[in-house]
């Protein structure tokens, strides 16, 4: 499922126009971003934990090259499913 699909799949299940669920999924997914850029976990109770990890800086392998280079520490963004979702999914 994409993008498209999923605005029209949040139209036709909520009854809002399909601009409408645009922008509340562009809200949601903008809310969500600028939570986590600020360090905040986004906790959706049955759905799952948006949160950020931190990766430690690290030696690596250029895999064309076989040569070692050194990788800069960063933040990545990390989603924990929900009860909830799992038991549906499975």
Not at 7 to 18: D, F
Not at 59 to 83: D, L, V
């Amino acid at each position: 499922m994409n993008k498209t699909e999923l605005v029209e799949a949040i139209a036709k299940e909520s009854g809002l126009k399909k601009t409408e669920a645009e922008k509340a999924l562009k809200a949601f997914i903008d809310t969500v971003g600028k939570a986590l850029k600020k360090g905040d976990k986004v906790q959706l109770v049955g759905f799952g934990t948006f949160e950020v990890t931190k990766r430690a800086a690290r030696e690596g392998r250029n895999p064309r090259t076989n040569e070692k280079m050194k990788i800069k520490a960063s933040k990545a963004p990390k989603f924990k499913a929900g009860k909830a979702l799992k038991d549906l999914v499975n």
